[in-house]
């Protein structure tokens, strides 16, 4: 299922991105190319 549209409660509740594989390197990355979170933070998968 995609989620769209969702409430600020909703979207709390659920796990819009599921399982995701290599969430730590793409921490990494972000880290190395955004170090001061000014593209788009918290907006993908992990927070990130």
Request: aromatic share 4%; glycine share 14%; no cysteine.
């Amino acid at each position: 299922m995609t989620v769209l549209r969702a409430t600020p409660e909703v979207r709390a509740a659920l796990d819009a991105w599921g399982p995701v594989g290599g969430l730590d390197l793409m921490r990494a990355i972000k880290r190395q190319l955004d170090p001061g979170r000014n593209l788009a933070p918290g907006r993908f998968v992990g927070g990130i």
